[in-house]
């Protein structure tokens, strides 16, 4: 079982629709959780982090977390085709030091 | 604020050779990370410097090596190259007090001949 698992997609979405990512993870030892953007050829971007359970928003972003079912997800509202992209799951223990574990991605591509 | 640069951004190496990677963070920033990320495995941790010491370690043999300067700025060593080194290598930067968020750089693409 991998640590971190998200589904590859690609997952379609009409434009203006909600996008809605998921991911499962193993550790139960994690405590904070962060989505990451990546377009083909570039690095990750950093959109969402979260740490307590519940949601949280961050304009189109909502992230969610409940650490008692081992899951995190990330909704896109308003979806755009600018918004296409791969959307990299990542975990860390929260003890000291930043090491981050990633799930292999889901590719979102928004069709106008 | 300037962000985390990455040089080169594209190597070529022949199998056998050795190859140093350089990364300056975010400024303010004392934590760099480095990746690896490959089409088969995805991204990977590599190691963890702060404050001129390796704090953290992933699963990868010993030619891959690191170091940090009392800059911040970091240095990552692949020795003895071989095909399946062949990957975008990504430095991340952050705070590195508490858990803090990871920016990452542009990336050095490397390819091993």
């Known amino acids: 079982q991998k640590e971190v698992e998200q589904n590859s997609g690609p997952l379609s979405v009409p434009e203006g629709a909600i996008a809605s990512l998921n991911c499962t993870y193993s550790?139960?030892?994690?405590?904070?959780f962060f989505w990451y953007r990546q377009y083909s050829g570039k690095s990750p971007e950093l959109i969402m982090f979260?740490?307590?359970?519940g949601d949280k928003e961050d304009g189109r972003f909502t992230a969610q977390l409940n650490k008692a079912s081992q899951y995190v997800s990330l909704l896109i509202r308003d979806s755009q085709p600018s918004d296409s992209a791969t959307y990299l799951c990542?975990?860390?223990?929260?003890?000291?030091?930043?090491?981050?574990?990633f799930g292999g991605g889901t590719r979102v591509l928004v069709k106008p | 604020k300037a962000g985390v640069t990455q040089t080169p951004r594209y190597l070529i190496k022949t199998r056998g050779q050795q190859v140093t990677l350089s990364c300056s963070p975010i400024?303010?920033?004392?934590?760099v990370s480095w990746y690896q990320q490959t089409p088969g495995q995805g991204l990977q941790f590599l190691f963890e410097?702060?404050?001129?010491?390796?704090?953290n370690k992933g699963n990868f043999p010993g030619r891959f090596s690191g170091r940090q300067f009392s800059n911040s700025r970091s240095e990552m060593n692949v020795s003895t190259l071989e095909l399946g080194d062949s990957a975008l290598y990504l430095c991340?930067?952050?705070?590195?007090?508490?858990?803090?968020?990871?920016?990452f750089g542009p990336g050095t693409r490397l390819t091993v001949l």
């Open positions: 979260i740490y307590s359970n």
């Open positions: 990542a975990l860390s223990r929260g003890a000291a030091g930043n090491k981050l574990t």
């Open positions: 410097y702060f404050s001129e010491t390796q704090r």
């Open positions: 991340a930067s952050s705070m590195g007090t508490g858990d803090n968020e990871q920016f």
């Open positions: 400024s303010g920033h004392r934590s």
């Open positions: 550790d139960r030892g994690s405590q904070s």
